[in-house]
């Protein structure tokens, strides 16, 4: 069977300009690669009707399907069914059932259409229209010379729900079962990507299907796994026994799968654990409760927190003694590990997380720019102090410092 080559064209000056991320690009690649069609190129192009069409005699030539998202509105600088006819010199015609949607639509909302709004119902005599379950303008599929365009409105919403609906078939129909790709992405934390990779570097070599790649990223590290088979029971088997291999490594570090997001896991181990946290936050000024409560469901295990920047406030409201800022100071084990107790405390929880240090640009009683304690505290007894120097600007070392204290509490969630 030939092989599919595929290319994404983007169309919008925003993107450009990097006002916003070209992320419909990175979802469709996803979407593609599981029917193990090849995306070659990804084109981005400004809102100008000559560039447009110089974009689209590439992708022709170069690409068996070309998906195109963005230039399908109403106003003067949608320039994608302009730019297509240009090169195809296919007569375009309105959509009647599109036009009724159009008139419904502001007729519900009391308000009146103005003609630019027709632009959108505008088609290519013959193509096949890609119902728009999400939005107004419809999606469209042509043949032009061999080659299968999709044209997506620029909207993610829209883009995935046409897509899902309406090519997403097309795919399993031009493919077959013998294509198919299945990616399992595993999550590390506390380990670097260097160390992983060291780890796992036998397999790595080895590796053939499924492939095995790290990737770092700002919470932690992880492996995407990519298997090729012929149904999803093959796919599913050769991903299980992989990622087996992987965990008796390394698993101990392993928190979680496809999107889940650690805090997403400690929310979970809290809920099942039948547990309640509260964090006292000085240097990350709420970062870490903000994770938290980030999750869904999350006010069944978190009741809030406090930000205690100020020695006053750790002082008069979170209740760290008088003798422990003067002899220790703010900056030390000893009061992290009594902020932890004082918050668990007061907000009536079994588990008490704090966070004190120096995140710059100076230091602070002695201590340098990236000191950092983490304690937890819970109602059984367990106290625990960590210390750290971070390096980096002043964001980048609370942020850090925020997901230490992810990692620090999972562990402790986790034994």
Same mark, same amino acid.
């Given at each position: 069977?030939? !092989?599919v080559?595929?290319?994404?064209?983007?169309?919008?000056?925003?993107?450009?300009?990097?006002?916003?991320?070209?992320?419909?690009? !990175?979802?469709?690649?996803?979407?593609?690669?599981?029917?193990?069609?090849?995306v070659?190129? &990804?084109?981005?192009?400004?809102?100008?009707?000559?560039?447009?069409?110089?974009?689209?005699l590439?992708?022709?030539?170069?690409?068996?399907?070309?998906?195109?998202?963005?230039?399908?509105?109403?106003?003067?600088?949608d320039?994608t069914?302009?730019?297509?006819?240009?090169i *195809?010199?296919?007569?375009?015609?309105?959509?009647?059932a599109?036009?009724?949607?159009?008139?419904m639509?502001?007729?519900? &909302?009391?308000?009146?259409?103005?003609?630019n709004?027709?632009?959108?119902?505008r088609?290519?005599?013959?193509c096949?229209?890609?119902? /728009? /379950?999400?939005?107004?303008?419809?999606?469209?599929k %042509?043949?032009?010379?061999g080659?299968?365009?999709?044209? $997506?409105?620029? %909207?993610?919403?829209?883009?995935?729900?046409?897509?899902t609906?309406?090519?997403?078939?097309f795919?399993?129909?031009?493919?077959?079962?013998?294509q198919?790709?299945?990616?399992?992405?595993?999550?590390?934390?506390?380990?670097?990507?260097?160390?992983?990779?060291?780890?796992?570097?036998? #397999?790595?070599?080895? !590796?053939?299907?499924?492939?095995?790649?790290?990737?770092?990223?700002?919470?932690?590290v @992880?492996?995407? #796994?990519t298997?090729?088979?012929?149904?999803?029971?093959?796919?599913d088997? $050769?991903?299980?026994?992989?990622?087996?291999?992987?965990?008796?490594?390394?698993?101990?570090?392993?928190f979680?799968?496809?999107?889940?997001?650690?805090? !997403?896991?400690?929310?979970? $181990?809290?809920? *099942?654990? /039948?547990?309640?946290?509260?964090?006292?936050?000085?240097?990350?000024?709420?970062?870490?409760?903000e994770?938290i409560? +980030?999750?869904s469901?999350?006010?069944?295990?978190?009741p809030?927190?406090?930000v205690?920047?100020?020695?006053?406030?750790?002082?008069?409201?979170?209740? %760290?003694?008088?003798?422990?800022?003067?002899?220790?100071?703010?900056? *030390?084990?000893?009061?992290?590990?009594?902020?932890?107790?004082?918050?668990r405390?007061?907000?009536? +929880?079994?588990?008490?997380?704090?966070?004190?240090? @120096?995140?710059?640009? /100076?230091?602070?009683e002695?201590?340098?720019?990236?000191?950092?304690y983490?304690?937890? *505290?819970?109602?059984?007894?367990?106290?625990k102090v960590?210390?750290?120097?971070?390096?980096?600007?002043r964001f980048?070392?609370?942020?850090?410092?925020?997901?230490?204290? #992810?990692?620090?509490?999972?562990?402790?969630l986790?034994?």
């Open positions: 069977m030939k !092989q080559k595929a290319e994404i064209v983007a169309v919008g000056t925003e993107l450009l300009l990097g006002q916003i991320a070209n992320t419909n690009a !990175q979802w469709l690649s996803q979407q593609l690669a599981q029917y193990g069609i090849n070659y190129n &990804h084109a981005v192009v400004g809102d100008n009707l000559d560039r447009v069409e110089e974009a689209f590439q992708a022709q030539g170069r690409s068996d399907i070309i998906i195109v998202t963005g230039g399908l509105g109403p106003t003067d600088d320039l069914r302009e730019a297509f006819q240009r *195809s010199k296919l007569e375009m015609v309105e959509h009647q599109t036009i009724d949607k159009i008139e639509y502001f007729k519900n &909302h009391t308000s009146n259409m103005t003609p709004n027709r632009k959108q119902a088609i290519f005599k013959g096949t229209v890609l119902k /728009n /379950n999400a939005g107004m303008a419809p999606g469209m %042509v043949e032009l010379e080659k299968s365009w999709f044209f $997506l409105p620029g %909207v993610p919403r829209e883009m995935k729900r046409i897509t609906d309406e090519i997403i078939p795919l399993r129909n031009l493919t077959g079962d013998a198919m790709i299945k990616s399992l992405v595993l999550k590390f934390i506390g380990i670097g990507e260097s160390t992983l990779e060291h780890e796992l570097k036998d #397999l790595i070599i080895a !590796q053939s299907n499924p492939t095995i790649a790290p990737l770092a990223q700002d919470d932690g @992880v492996i995407r #796994l298997a090729k088979g012929s149904s999803e029971k093959q796919l088997e $050769l991903l299980g026994k992989t990622k087996e291999q992987i965990l008796a490594r390394v698993g101990d570090h392993f979680g799968e496809n999107d889940q997001t650690i805090e !997403q896991v400690i929310v979970e $181990l809290l809920q *099942s654990k /039948n547990k309640k946290l509260a964090a006292a936050e000085s240097l990350t000024g709420g970062m870490f409760t994770k409560i +980030s999750v469901g999350a006010s069944s295990v978190c809030g927190g406090l205690c920047y100020d020695t006053k406030v750790k002082q008069n409201i979170l209740g %760290v003694a008088e003798q422990t800022i003067q002899e220790e100071g703010t900056v *030390s084990e000893a009061c992290a590990a009594e902020m932890a107790d004082q918050i405390k007061k907000f009536d +929880s079994q588990i008490g997380i704090s966070f004190t240090g @120096v995140a710059g640009p /100076n230091e602070i002695g201590q340098p720019v990236g000191k950092v983490i304690a937890i *505290s819970d109602a059984n007894g367990y106290k960590d210390s750290f120097l971070f390096t980096g600007a980048s070392i609370r942020k850090r410092a925020s997901i230490k204290g #992810l990692e620090i509490l999972f562990n402790y986790k034994s």
